[in-house]
Nanobody
Framework: VQLQASGGGLVQAGDSLRLSCTISARDFRTYAVGWFRQAPGKEREFVAAISWTSDWTGDTYYTDSVKGRFTVSRDGSKNTMTLQMNSLKPEDTAIYYC?????????????????WGMGTLVTVSS
């Protein structure tokens, strides 16, 4: 299983960014997938995740600090996951990682995810 994240960049506070994660896996629909981030000097933290459901919609989960600003989604036909980030704040600055686990249910603990992509840097200036 391979994951590749993209879409990071330098933006100003209040701007938007869209991160994408391409996942190379058989039966992508059987994986729960999520986004984590790691700021300098801090531990990796959960951002958002989406489970697998038979109708492809998935149940979504967010950390409190991004609720109402970020939206996670998945496209089963393209084996991709996206994170739409709006109203970005300087405290959102971090390296963002996408991750996958072969189960329907998401987890917020990064150690619960076996597969990881290389991160993409998001920098939000004030």
């Amino acid at each position: 299983v391979q994951l590749q994240a993209s879409g990071g960049g330098l933006v100003q506070a209040g701007d938007s960014l869209r991160l994408s994660c391409t996942i190379s896996a058989r039966d992508f629909r059987t994986y729960a997938v999520g986004w984590f981030r790691q700021a300098p000097g801090k531990e990796r933290e959960f951002v958002a995740a989406i489970s697998w459901t038979s109708d492809w919609t998935g149940d979504t989960y967010y950390t409190d600090s991004v609720k109402g600003r970020f939206t996670v989604s998945r496209d089963g036909s393209k084996n991709t996951m996206t994170l739409q980030m709006n109203s970005l704040k300087p405290e959102d600055t971090a390296i963002y990682y996408c991750a996958a686990r072969r189960t329907r249910v998401v987890a917020t603990d990064p150690t619960s995810y076996r597969y990881w992509g290389m991160g993409t840097l998001v920098t939000v200036s004030s």
